[in-house]
Each structure stands twice: as C-alpha cells, then as structure tokens.
C-alpha cells in the first residue's frame, strides 16, 4: 500500500505567483506528473491543506482544473488558506467534503488502512485549533476503527518545530495535548500527518510518529533561531511516499518532483563494485 502525500499547493488565480515570485499553478502541474510517472504509482494522494492561498472561487476553479491530470484517486483537507464553503463549492461532486456539518472532516477506508482526516481551522487566524466537537468526533472515529491501521491527518502541526514564526500559527497546544492523549489511547495509529510548515519533520507524538511534508512549491526557511524572521526559500519542490505493510507498518520516503542526474549504477556488468 503506498500513500503520496502533498501539502500547502498554495494555488492562486491563472497567471499569478504567490508572494509575487512562486508560480504555485506550474509547480503542482509538475508534481502531477511526478506523481503519474511514479513505478509502482501511489494507490491514493492525501493533500494536506492550504490548497489554495486566499480561498477564492476561481482559485479552487484553477485547482480542480490542475487536478484533472491527476492519474490517482485523492483526498482533500483544509488549511487556514482554505474557505470551507467554496471548497465544497468547487468540489460539489466530493462526498466527504460535506459529511461533517460545520466541520471538513471524515474518514475513509483506503486498501487495509483507516483514514481520518481532520479539520484544524479557525477562519480568520493562521493558528489552528480542534475544539470539542472535533476532538469527540475524532475518539468516535478511532472507536470504529476497532484496531484497523489508521492514518491521522491535519494540517496544522501539533507539536514544536524550533521555527520560531512557524510554532507561533501551529495547532493550539492545548488541543495538542488533548490529541496526543487521545492518540495515545490507540496503538492502531501508525501516524499522524501534517503540513503547514512547508518542511519534513518528525517527531514523536501520543505514542506513535507526527510527521511533517515539504511543499511542491516553496519551502518555508530552515531557520532554528529563536528571532529568526518569516522567510520562505526556493528549494527543490517534493512531497511524501508513506508505505505500507502489515508486518513492518508505516515507512515514508520523500521524493523530489523536479529530475535529477541518474540513476547511475554501483556495480561493474561483472559484479565488481565500481571504484
């Protein structure tokens, strides 16, 4: 079972770039077909958030139509970029999108794993939160799974990065808290996945592993200082490969989208190594 994972696609309207120098449109149309190309390809891809930049219509219009390439079948989340109301708009044929009332949150079978994903938003702010009624949605959620493999999803991070300007819009460290106890009541979790800081990390979390992607466009600065200013870099573009086995659980890759030199072997025809 092999799942991709994108995140923070951060599309405009056509023809625009994010923070006018990132052509956010071009580079998800590259990590489409570096996504098609894949051998073997992922059974499912899993978007993390921030899908678009402002929300708007015709953003998420130009979303769906850089989409259509897309040879996998594929699931939605909501970041703080998103608007609820014309994602579901755009999306009007997506089921799950509408199954949780107030809330952009469902859960999926996909092959032998339990996919829930969550919605962390607060329209308005950066930060995100799970209040109440997401958090009780989610312990319903990981009751039914009745020790199926589940894969978690949000956007917003529950735990400290060391990038000072990311930690202060990551999930509320309350609801965090609250998640990790939740997580922890569930050894089924094989992990909980985000996006929002535009980097990969890992980190352990309610007994199992948060992890983190970087972004098929812009990567926010690898900065650890504690005063270290809000920054983004041009780095190469790339996304996640989380495999699945029974026996061995969850083990991710990060793949790049752009080509690189090779592959070159390491072996001579005849055996020996190459020197």
Known sequence: MLLAQISDLHIKRPGALAYRRVDTGAALARCVAALNALEPRPDVVIMTGDLVDQGDPEQYAHLKALLAPLEIPYYLLVGNHDDRTALRDAFSERAELRSGGDFVHYAADIGPLRLIALDSIVPGQSAGDLCEARLEWLARQLDEAQGKPVVVALHHPPFECGIGHMDALRLDPQAAQKLAALIARHPNVERVICG?????????????????????????????????PSAFMLEPPAFALHRYDATTGLVTHHAYVDASEGPYPFYEPEGALID
């Open 196 to 228: 929002h800081v535009h980097r990969p990390m890992f980190v352990r979390f309610g007994g199992t592993i948060a992890s983190a992607v970087p972004a098929p466009a812009h990567q926010v600065a690898l900065d650890l200082r504690e005063d270290a």
